[in-house]
């Protein structure tokens, strides 16, 4: 697929052509990583943010929001909680917290490798290069870093503060140290184009990106992008369907965003070319305050309760829950 047909099917409301897409995407997902839906636990450890990108709930601007950082006992706790739930991958995800060093890090990561075993991603932001060696010698395997949009002009005005050079180049630094590389963009992001959106798919396959997060853009009240419009959960369908089809066989959520706008999306999402699913472990007093977008808090925090209601939903789609890691490069036939 070339740009033009990416941007041709992106744009394209026709209902026959849309389910042929969707349909396609999903018999490569079969084809290229099967039907195990991979689980990820999540914990949300801080909400403390640097950074004052314009469409974020914990942009360091929004003073109506209370911080948190969970100690670092509970978050061992929680950690095993993800492994006695028979799940192999924790994320570590935090806004990019000033009080995070180096050693902090490191320190969390090798504990957790230690007492837990699980596969560590980290989702912590962008890192000088020496960290993100230093993290993988502590024990992380995979680290996600949304590039949030491929548009030089549009990255410039949601990001304040920060560089789409210095963005991209974190994304080479990760693949060349060997991590399992997530990327991603939001959808409906205002002045956004669908060009924008091809060149998102586009970006992420030069990149070889191994993980791949798309999400509505979902606006925030406290935040400056108050007044825009969410993203089209039918435009975030196709853009999932034909990034499945441009990248293979990538691991593609279908995220929390996405969930949290219509929860019967997520699995049209595992219908239309996504394979992982990742469960939320943050307790409920912390996560209602990791306000990235609104409506988050609605999500359940009753683990046992939503991996029930997950497996139930996944047979009758006729898939099931991955055991083990699921990572790109632990495929059988690899
Ligand atoms: N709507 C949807 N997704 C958002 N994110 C941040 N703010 C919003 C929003 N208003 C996503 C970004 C970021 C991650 C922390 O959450 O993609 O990488
Ligand atoms: Fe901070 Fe990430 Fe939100 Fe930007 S998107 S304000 S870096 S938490």
């Known amino acids: 697929m070339d740009r033009d ?3 041709r099917l992106l744009g394209t409301t026709d209902a026959d052509e849309v389910r042929a897409l ?10 290229s990583v099967g039907d195990e ?3 990820r636990g999540i914990i949300e450890f801080s909400n403390h943010c640097g950074r004052n990108c314009l469409y974020c709930g914990l942009r360091r601007g929004n003073e109506t929001l209370r911080r948190y950082r969970i100690p670092d006992e509970e978050i061992l706790e929680l950690a095993a909680r993800v492994r006695d739930a028979g799940i192999a991958t924790v994320v570590l995800q935090a806004g990019e917290d000033p009080a995070h060093t180096t050693e902090y890090i490191c320190g969390l990561v090798s504990r957790i490798k ?7 991603t980290l989702s912590i932001g962008e890192r000088p290069y020496e960290d993100y060696r230093a993290f993988q010698a502590a024990g992380a395997e995979r680290y996600l870093l949304k590039h949030e949009t491929a548009s030089p002009e549009l990255y410039r005005r949601l990001h304040p503060d920060s560089d789409q050079n210095n963005r991209i180049q974190c994304l080479h630094w990760l693949k060349g140290l060997g991590y399992e590389t997530g990327a991603g963009n939001m959808v409906g992001l205002p ?10 798919i586009l970006l992420m396959r030069e990149l070889d990106i191994d993980m791949i997060g798309i999400g509505p853009f979902i606006p925030h009240p406290d935040t400056p992008l108050k007044g825009a419009a969410a993203g089209d959960l039918e435009l975030v ?3 999932i369907a034909i990034t499945r089809l441009v990248t293979g066989n990538t691991n593609i959520p279908a995220t929390t965003a996405l969930a949290a706008l219509d929860p019967a999306i997520r699995l049209k999402a595992l219908a239309s070319g996504a394979n992982v699913v990742m469960p939320d472990f943050t307790p409920a007093r912390y996560k209602q305050h990791y306000e ?6 609605g999500v359940s925090s009753d683990i046992k309760a939503v991996l029930a209601g997950l497996e139930k939903d996944l047979s009758g789609i006729n898939r099931r829950i991955g055991k083990g890691p699921g990572g790109r490069r632990s495929r059988p036939e690899d």
Do not use: F, M, N
């Open 191 to 200: 002045g956004q184009t669908l060009a924008t959106l091809a060149d998102d």
């Open 37 to 39: 839906v991979h689980l």
């Open 292 to 297: 990235i977008y609104p409506g988050r808090s």
């Open 5 to 7: 047909e990416i941007i």
């Open 22 to 31: 969707l349909k396609a995407a999903d018999e490569e997902r079969r084809r």
């Open 114 to 120: 230690a007492a837990t075993g699980l596969t560590i």
């Open 237 to 239: 369908l196709r853009v």
